[in-house]
């Protein structure tokens, strides 16, 4: 194994409260208080040190859509991004519901050498909502959560007993509120500019409603129940009062929804149309005010990378999802300012925060395997898995067309060196992740 | 890159006529002296002008239209235009053509001008984005969002009648969420200065945040009708009525229809507008439509001014665009 050794970093370690100048060492793949002599040495003058992001959402697009995304794209463009460890959509065709689908996504992701993929186990078979997929298996086979990317579950019935089954294996479940019937077919947040534009609207009940169900489903089955992707204020409420009544719930929003409002849909750029939908001014606020305070654990990329086709249609045609992965540095980058938050603490949002988000619930410690991440321990202490970054963060971040590692160009940034053209909120985009170390192995 | 309004070319003048929004009152205006020149035209017994001579018009209609199709048709044979009628509702659209797909193989047919209706808000948008930029675009209808021409005629039918919009109590009644007339129409008049514009239906046929369009809402279509100047009904699609929004056509037309009854509340000079069809018994009365104050025909007549109107004046605009690319080669 490889010996590194990193000079001079400011190095930042959100789970022991650590800011401060110092040499990070790393032997045989976790963290050290010494290295031998002949260890690599990386100058890290100038850049930050930390942890690893995780992303607890992101589609990578294969198997199924390797027009859209291939794992060996995006698991690189996640590097970019800052992330060591991503956690893959299972709407891939076919969907993630099988440990054989697993073991293919993870051989392609050790071939890609990127950042680590840990594939989201599908729990009902096919996303279909009816029957239960066998997630004991799919735990064992390497899927630390279970989620059921934007297809819903109609049925409560099934809701309800996907909980308990999870519950008693202490898998925990990511899932999106959303209820497709309120919804309606919409395709952007149901309010002053959709009315404008004609467009037909998800109202937030979409999302509020399904939400309470997850709340009192939560609070009768006692399972770790992950909200993911929020969009609203009424929701970051009910997550609120919920966490305050001791549920063991926690929650993500997608970095582009602390940024853009449903203002951005105003000429129909279809780079804005996002399943999880933009919604007001108020909105935004309270899901920053929801980053600060803790209601949000974890800021997810929702990376959802497509082809140049699929955009080239009018909005309610045009596929959602916006390609995050190329512009996410620069974006987290922008929050300390934007929130008035200490750099640690929008850090901790994409490494401490995330890893609870998937740490065992048991007492019984998890092997560390190697490839697998070691969410228990994520951190800089010595004997830690080591998953780093090092990032420049005054680096004006390059967001041209051809210099985008993700096959999705589909961003709104593309070509932008500053948000204000967009939202009129000054936020300068730099940022550049330098290195990236996965397991103790320094990559590209 | 933060969008602006296609509309307009790099003159800034009105190249593309996709919707009212953007647009200001001195170009509305502009649209509707310019129609009121050509009804004389449309008066005379020999009808052509010949301002669009050798160009040609392109109809493409991805969404059923008999009506408002037959009246660009209409109105740019007037103009002396060569028009393609290319009914894209049963055509290589429906064989997994993409759009743009579409609109390269209608460019290559050498239109100088395209009128568009589409299912999709955002359609002509799309379309104006993605033309070459010596193509001009009407916005014949584009899903829910607009219907600009439309507007107008209903504009011009109001100026005709009713004089300056000042003083105007304007009342349009039914399904405003899924009425794309509903929407140019406020926008218009709220850009032309309408004392007040009010919007009366249930719930379920009110979009989000409607007073946000700068209108005042009712409940109650007879409190609505007090003192109105023009009356406004839409046609109450057969769609809604299979999706749980009004729960049938007879509670709608007791709650909502237009009858003799309720237009007597509106002020006794109050014209009746539609844009056609009607729904009778559904959303209004056989005598209501037929009646004094109906001038639902009149509207079909001045929308063949109008559409003149809005094409001469974009093609003209065009024309420097040509000129310009032309210079340029």
Redesign the interface.
Known sequence: MTHLRIDNARVIDPANKIDEQRTVFICDGVFSDQCNHDAQVIDAEGLIACPGFIDLYARLREPGFTRKGTIATESTAALKAGFTTVFCAPDTNPVIDSSATVELIKQKAVAANGARVSPIAAFTTGLEGQLLSELATLYDAGCLIAGHADHPVNDTGVLLSTMEYASSFNIPLMIRPFDPAIASGGCAH???I????????I?VAAETVALARLIELCSSTGCHLHISRLSSARSVELVRSAKNKGLPITADVGIHHLYFTHEQI????ANFHSSVPFRSTEDRAALREAVRDGTLDAICSDHAPQDN?AK??????SAAGLSAFDAFAPLLFGLPDLLDMPLMNVLAKVTTGPASVVAPQNDNPTEVQTGLLDAGAYSLEVGAQADLVLIDPKAKADLSVENMVSLGKNSPLV??TSLN??TGEDVALNAQVMHSIVAGVLKG | ??????QFNQFNKLHHFLSI?GLDKATLTHILDTAEGFTSVNDKSIKNVPLLRGKTVANLFFENSTRTRTAFELAAKRLSADILNIDLVSSSTKKGE???DTLRVLESLQSDMFVVR?S????A??IAR?VAPTINVINGG?????HPTQAMLDMFTIRRHKGAFEDLTVVIIGDIKHS?VA?SGIAALVTLGAKEVRVAGPQTLM????E??GVSVYRDIDKALIDADVVMGLRLQNERMTSATIPSTGEFFKTYGLTPERMRLAKPDAILMHPGPTNRGVEIEASVADGEQSVILQQVTYGIAVRMAVMSIIMGHGEEVREAEMNQA
């Open positions: 149901d309010g002053a959709a009315t404008r534009l004609g467009l037909p609207g109202p105003q000429h129909y750029d086709d080239l249609a009018p909005f309610p045609s070509g932008l053209e967009l | 890159m933060r969008r602006s309004d296609p929004d993409s759009l743009l589409h999709d808000s955002g359609a948008d799309f993605h584009d899903g829910q969002h607009a794309r929407r979009p989000a945040d409607v946000s369009l």
